[in-house]
């Protein structure tokens, strides 16, 4: 998949107060938690995600796997790379971590995403045009620096 070529839906930014190896451990553990529920799994395969369960190595490295989500790249405490697909989108999800200050690490999440065909049009307004993405994506993070 060319994530270069998807189109740009959004990017949230965090400043997590940890080093970017405890930032990049807490994104493991959060993404790991948030994803392998069983009702991600059921949401997953309701859309038919490539992606139904998770797999492959843990902590998270390229091959990994959860519901919805694929990591494409892993380059440890500096950036993530989830990709993945269903019958309403091609999308990607990538984590750049990056020293903010002495102890701090700036948190990005940037989603990419097209939205095929009527049904991807309809998909794009009940999850992005709803706000509803957006409110997922800074929980996603929020859930990270507390962690």
Known sequence: ???????RIDEHTTVVAAEPAAVWRALGETLDRSFTHP???????????????ASGPR??????AFPGFRVAAADPARELVLIGRHHYSTYALIFRL???????TRL???????FPGPGGALYRLLVVGTG????????????????
């Open 59 to 64: 902590p998270l490295a390229e091959g990994s």
């Open 39 to 53: 009702r991600a799994a059921r949401y997953a395969r309701l859309v038919g995600a490539a992606d139904s369960a």
């Open 1 to 7: 998949m060319d994530i270069t070529a998807l189109p």
């Open 132 to 147: 509803g993405h957006a409110v997922f994506t800074r929980r996603l993070l929020s859930a990270v620096r507390v962690r």
């Open 108 to 114: 990005r999440a940037e989603t990419r995403a097209r």
């Open 98 to 104: 990056e020293e903010a200050a002495t102890g701090h």
